[in-house]
């Protein structure tokens, strides 16, 4: 039986530097991109070794991938396409000291240059009435069971025992269409969310939409996301007492919520599974006050789309991280080392659909204007009693 044969030519870099090439990660961080980063933080090698500071770096991102893997391993991984070069074969302490020699400054540095939107030619689910969609919310992750961790992170008390790992708190700020980070802040555990949220403020700017969930929707947070010209679309808890300004004809009404006027929609959702039907109510604060432009079925149907950060946080969670502790066995590592990675393999998310544009001949002066959509469960709106 006859076969074909297809070769294909890659050129690596040279000599000391040529391990680093893994695929996918290395289209989406390029070599410039490293040099450059190491340049912006001072970490560019003095002499050549047998570990430049580049190869380090993708050494690092290549650890977040295979977290199952000790680093003797990822280097075998970064150096399996390259045979019959001369490469070193670097002892694990080599290893150990080519990463604490680098630190972690070019991570941060290399963050910043992947960090932000990811530019996308979809236009579902990343714009919405001309808004980019964000959402805020916070996870943990479990730390390596080290000395030094134990200086900082805590383990989480429960019902059950409590984790068995000592956590760390993560808050990102996620772009929901694409599912990249735009910004993203570390602490330990006894840093709340919400006074975390508020370090990821100087990424909020206008053309922002905002969806937080029902524990940060806080009179701070709001007053502070109307500061920077962004938008606010929020859970709020059942609790909360809000004023009553004034009602809207589609149900919605007008209320203050720390000093901003904000509007106000309370929705009965109904969801259907295979288990049955379960029915909950939804009051939402938003600060697109105007109902013609805004209705308040389109913003029922769009806080939907704040489970893309959950998305997100399951793809560094269970996918890159398999449910495994992060690898790092100091504070600094561990909050610095697996953003990059992230940041460059979770920009591709799943577009959230959205309704077709309006008539422009009846749209009415102001913002972009989302058309009334339906949900992906029944909801209705009504006023408070």
């Known amino acids: 039986?006859?076969?074909s044969v297809i070769t294909r030519t890659v050129t690596v870099a040279p000599?000391?530097?040529?391990?680093?090439?893994?695929g996918e990660l290395t289209q989406q961080i390029p070599f410039e991109m490293v040099d450059a980063a190491l340049a912006a933080s001072g970490r560019v090698q003095s002499r050549i070794r047998d570990l430049p500071a580049r190869v380090v770096v993708y050494l690092l991102l290549a650890g977040c991938l295979f977290s199952e893997l000790g680093y003797g391993q990822v280097w075998q991984r970064l150096c399996a396409g390259l045979d019959g070069l001369p490469l070193a074969t670097p002892t694990a302490s080599a290893?150990?000291?080519a990463r604490r020699r680098l630190g972690p400054a070019p991570l941060r540095a290399l963050f910043g240059l992947l960090?932000?939107?990811a530019p996308s030619t979809a236009t579902a689910g990343v714009r919405v009435g001309g808004l980019l969609v964000c959402a805020i919310d916070g996870t943990?992750?479990?730390?390596?069971d080290t000395p030094a961790n134990h200086g900082l992170y805590t383990t989480q008390p429960g019902h059950h025992g409590g984790s068995g790992y000592r956590l760390l708190r993560l808050v990102a700020l996620v772009a929901?269409?694409?599912?990249?980070?735009?910004?993203?802040?570390?602490g330990p555990t006894s840093s709340g969310e919400t006074t975390m949220t508020n370090q990821l403020a100087e990424h909020l700017h206008a053309g922002m939409l905002v969806l937080t969930d029902r524990n940060l929707t806080t009179a701070a947070l709001t007053r502070q996301i109307a500061a920077t010209g962004a938008h606010?679309?929020?859970r709020c808890k059942a609790n909360r007492k809000l004023p009553l300004l004034g009602r809207l004809p589609d149900g919605s009404w007008l209320?203050?919520?720390g000093g901003v006027q904000v509007r106000v929609v309370d929705a009965e959702i109904t969801i259907a599974t295979r288990a049955g039907r379960a029915s909950g109510s939804y009051r939402l604060a938003t600060t697109l006050t105007d109902a013609r432009c805004w209705p308040a079925t389109a913003l029922v149907a769009l806080y939907h789309q704040r489970w893309e950060i959950e998305t997100a946080y399951l793809e560094l969670k269970s996918s890159i991280l398999g449910g495994r502790v992060l690898r790092a066995s100091t504070p600094k590592a561990s909050t610095k080392r697996s953003m990059p990675c992230w940041s460059a393999t979770s920009s591709h998310g799943w577009p959230w659909p959205t309704p077709p544009a309006p008539n422009p001949a009846s749209t009415p002066t102001g913002p972009a204007s989302p058309s009334p959509c339906t949900p992906p469960a029944t909801s209705s709106s009504r006023p408070p009693a």
């Open 15 to 22: 000599g000391r530097f040529a391990p680093g090439h893994l």
């Open 115 to 117: 960090s932000g939107p």
């Open 1 to 3: 039986m006859e076969q």
């Open 232 to 234: 606010l679309l929020g």
């Open 255 to 257: 209320s203050l919520l």
């Open 95 to 97: 290893l150990t000291h």
């Open 140 to 144: 943990t992750l479990s730390v390596a």
């Open 176 to 186: 929901c269409g694409t599912r990249s980070l735009i910004d993203v802040v570390f």
